[in-house]
Nanobody, 122 residues
Framework: VQLQASGGGLVQAGGSLRLTCAAS????????VAWFRQAPGKEREFVAA????????NYANSVRGRFTISRDNAKNTVYLQMNNLKPEDTAVYSC????????????????WGQGTLVTVSS
């Protein structure tokens, strides 16, 4: 499966953005999809994941209550709605997919899209 992330940009603290991960190739509904982010000088970290059906989600503590992950299998798309953004959310955000259950370890994901930059100004 091929993934393409989009929707990043520059936003002020407290603002919102919606990231989109568009998939093509194999049956998208077979895959768990997650978002990861990497800030300058820091390691990549898990942000959120959604099960193949969309019925289960998982979030990093740092974004829980502010970010919402969802998917539309009919459109082969996963979304990350980011509200109340903070400067510490500034990073390159990437989406990834794997079969099986969702996981917070990036090394367990087989397919990756290119990143999209999110910059939150204070």
């Amino acid at each position: 499966v091929q993934l393409q992330a989009s929707g990043g940009g520059l936003v002020q603290a407290g603002g919102s953005l919606r990231l989109t991960c568009a998939a093509s190739g194999r049956t998208f509904s077979n895959y768990v999809v997650a978002w990861f982010r990497q800030a300058p000088g820091k390691e990549r970290e898990f942000v959120a994941a959604v099960s193949w059906s969309g019925g289960r989600t998982n979030y990093a503590n740092s974004v829980r209550g502010r970010f919402t992950i969802s998917r539309d299998n009919a459109k082969n798309t996963v979304y990350l709605q980011m509200n109340n953004l903070k400067p510490e959310d500034t990073a390159v955000y990437s989406c990834a997919a794997r079969t099986g259950s969702y996981d917070q370890l990036a090394t367990r994901y087989d397919y990756w899209g290119q990143g999209t930059l999110v910059t939150v100004s204070s």
